[in-house]
T-cell receptor, first 112, second 115 residues
Framework: AQSVTQPDIHITVSEGASLELRCNYS??????LFWYVQSPGQGLQLLLK??????LVQGIKGFEAEFKRSQSSFNLRKPSVHWSDAAEYFC??????????FGTGTSLTVIP | ETGVTQSPTHLIKTRGQQVTLRCSSQ?????VSWYQQALGQGPQFIFQ???????GRGNFPPRFSGLQFPNYSSELNVNALELDDSALYLC??????????????FGPGTRLLVL
């Protein structure tokens, strides 16, 4: 069965610092992986996705993620965090039925 | 803005009542998925509709049911509401082609409170 683990419930970083949010997945076949961001009271906005090919994926707002099959990971990174990046971040794995399975999310706080 | 709209934005019901939530897909999308997001949790897959047929279901009881209409809009119905049904309900649409995985675009959600 497919599942996603986001080990960090909450992360605090200083504005301008680098960021890495962890995501580990469990899936029997080639995974399709997504990162979404959710601001308070809002729906989910797509940041980036991995289907195949280059394991380093670029997304919006300066985010990138690296797929590592050997570690079953798809970690999200940003070199320099902005205060507007404060939000909840969700990693998801998708099965071939196009059904998304989300992690429990990582809440990001950005301090000045 | 994803083009996916949901109504209402907020709703308060009491235990035992029934509720209908609505979703309008992004133009050109033929698939709608519904998710329940409890406070502090990630979205949980309820079910998916593709061309008006249910196309997969998560671990939710039969009192959660849905419909998809010819214009690809959708409804989520929940009967016999329970306190634990209080959550944000998210609708996502996608353009399915030949069973391939496609990006889902989410609406803003309907927040349901059951008292």
């Amino acid at each position: 069965a497919q599942s996603v683990t986001q080990p960090d419930i909450h992360i605090t970083v200083s504005e301008g610092a680098s960021l890495e949010l962890r995501c580990n997945y469990s899936y029997g076949a080639t995974p399709y992986l997504f990162w979404y961001v959710q601001s308070p009271g809002q729906g989910l906005q797509l940041l980036l996705k991995y289907f195949s090919g280059d394991t380093l994926v670029q997304g919006i707002k300066g985010f990138e993620a690296e797929f590592k099959r050997s570690q079953s990971s798809f970690n999200l990174r940003k070199p320099s965090v902005h205060w507007s990046d404060a939000a909840e971040y969700f990693c998801a794995v998708v099965n071939t039925g196009n059904q998304f399975y989300f992690g429990t999310g990582t809440s990001l706080t950005v301090i000045p | 803005e994803t083009g996916v709209t949901q109504s209402p934005t907020h709703l308060i019901k009491t235990r035992g009542q029934q509720v209908t939530l609505r979703c309008s897909s992004q133009s050109g999308h033929n698939t709608v998925s519904w998710y329940q997001q409890a406070l502090g949790q990630g979205p949980q897959f309820i079910f998916q509709y593709y061309r008006e047929e249910e196309n997969g279901r998560g671990n939710f009881p039969p009192r959660f049911s849905g419909l998809q209409f010819p214009n690809y809009s959708s409804e989520l119905n929940v009967n016999a509401l329970e306190l634990d049904d209080s959550a944000l309900y998210l609708c996502a649409s996608s353009a399915q082609t030949g069973g391939l995985v496609e990006t889902q675009y989410f609406g803003p959600g309907t927040r349901l409170l059951v008292l």
